[in-house]
Structure formats: C-alpha cells, structure tokens
C-alpha cells in the first residue's frame, strides 16, 4: 500500500497529522484535566485536605526514592481512577466516557471529515509499569524513563467518516464501531530542569509500539463485503502502521503533551507539589 495512503487511513483513523492541518474538538471531562490542575487541584495536595491528598503526601512523607514514590502513586492512581477523584474534580476513567470527539484533517493525501461518539473505553486501570528511573544529570536537570504497558483495552461507540483519499478513493460510513487493542507499549523519556523554583520539561520522547488490532466499523463503505475488506486491511496493517508512521507523528504529540506539562508547572502549587515529588527543595 502507498505510504501517503497508508498514512492518511490511519491519520483517519484518529492520529495526528503531521504535514497537513488538523482540528480535534475534545468534550468536557478528562480532557481538559491540565486546566483544572493548573488553576486549583494541586492545592489540596500541598495543604494535605481530602483523601487522595493525604495518600499523595503519604507517599511523598514514607519513600525517598523518586522511582519507589512514582510507582505507589500510579498504584494508587489505579485504584482510585475506577471509581474518579470527586476532590480532584477527576471522573471515573476506568471505564472512560468519551460523548463527542470530531476530527477534521487537510492532508496532502486527501481530506478528511468525522466523529466518534458515545464512546466507552474499558481497561486503562491494567496498566502495568514495566520500568521507571530517575536520574541526575547535572546542573539542576533531571531525566525521566517511564515504560508502561495496556495489555488490553476495549473502545466501543459510534463512527461517521467521510474522506477523499488522493483524486479519486473514497472512505466512507458511519454505524457502531468496536475495537481491541493488544499489547501497547508506552515508552517515556522526559528531560526536566529546575529554573529557578519552577521545573520545566525541555525534551520529551514518547515511543509507541501495538502489537495486534482487532476491530470493526459496522456500515464502513455502506457495503458489508467492501466494508468487511476495509476492516480486515485496518487490522492486519494497524501495528506495521503504527511502527512505519510513528516517526513522523511523534513530534508534534511530543511538543503537545510538553506544552501542557509545563502549562501545568506554570502553577506554584503544581510546581511544589513536583519538586517535592522528585526531591528538588
């Protein structure tokens, strides 16, 4: 299959556009966690108020290795993102509600118009950590590896698409959709830096690996034996997909995901809270 179209059905699919324009509008709810952090949370963390509060502080107060207090917070972080953080203002994430995602992508491929809604996806509290260190490398910087494992997670919902690939091959549908996905391997790699009181991210790396996508898009094509040849094109290419393209869509996840950390470090409180985490004061 040619790359470009490679790239554009999977950039369809939901991943970031790297030489075209992409336009993602993502529903209240966990999403826009970063805000709500940024502007309130992390004070009932310094000030110790409220459960979760108290365990962060707990946590910080019993272990004085970085990588022994980053692995019972996620722990923690497990048990409690099955039934939300009412304290945090955090909903239940495990499984997370996602009522509307649209996506509308210019590529040079093609185009691309959609949305997935009332979506559930099952199984983000099995994460299994593989590995996390922390180290000094010198004049107040810091680096960060984070590997982490879903072993299974389930997406189901609704679909609409409708997409020009090239000048002449069409994509489209809409119905219900389900998707399995298999051994996804998250590999972190985050540089900080203490600038005054503030710590800053200055690189992040971010490498993702699938190894097996099973889904279906009911109505895909509006012709079950089209639609079926789609499905099965999708979940055989999927992980060979992900490795090809990952190089090109990482950048500008890794730029985003960067801004919003240090977004979020803007705060005093945030910016505390990760000091004493990581033993900077």
Known sequence: ??????????????????????????????????????????????????LFGRTVDRIINTFTRVEDRLRELLEEFR?????????FNIPILDP??????????????????????????KHISKFVLDDVRFSDIGAWRFKLDLNITLPFITAEGFYYVDAL????????????????????????????????????????????????????????MRNKETGDLYNRVISRLAPEAVDMLWPDL????????????NSALD???VATFVRRLFNLI
């Open 1 to 50: 299959m040619n790359r470009k179209l490679l790239l554009f059905l999977f950039v369809s699919l939901g991943y970031i556009n790297v030489d075209g324009t992409l336009e993602i509008k993502l529903p209240p709810g966990p999403f826009n966690l970063v805000t709500r952090i940024t502007n309130t949370t992390f004070g009932l963390v310094r000030g110790g108020l409220g």
């Open 79 to 87: 048990k409690q993102i099955v039934r939300g953080i009412p304290e």
């Open 96 to 121: 997370l509600h996602i009522d509307n995602v649209e996506f509308k992508i210019k590529h040079e491929s093609g185009n691309f118009a959609g949305n997935a809604s009332d979506v559930t996806i």
């Open 165 to 220: 690939i090239g000048d002449t091959v069409t994509l489209f549908g809409n119905g219900k959709f389900w998707a399995k996905i298999y051994q996804l391997e998250l590999k972190i790699t985050a540089l900080l830096k203490l600038e005054g009181i503030r710590p800053k991210v200055n690189a992040l790396g971010l490498n993702v690996k699938m190894k097996k996508l099973e889904n279906n898009f009911e109505g895909l």
């Open 250 to 261: 990482k950048k500008p996840i890794e730029k985003q995901i960067m801004n919003y950390i």
């Open 267 to 269: 705060n005093t409180s």
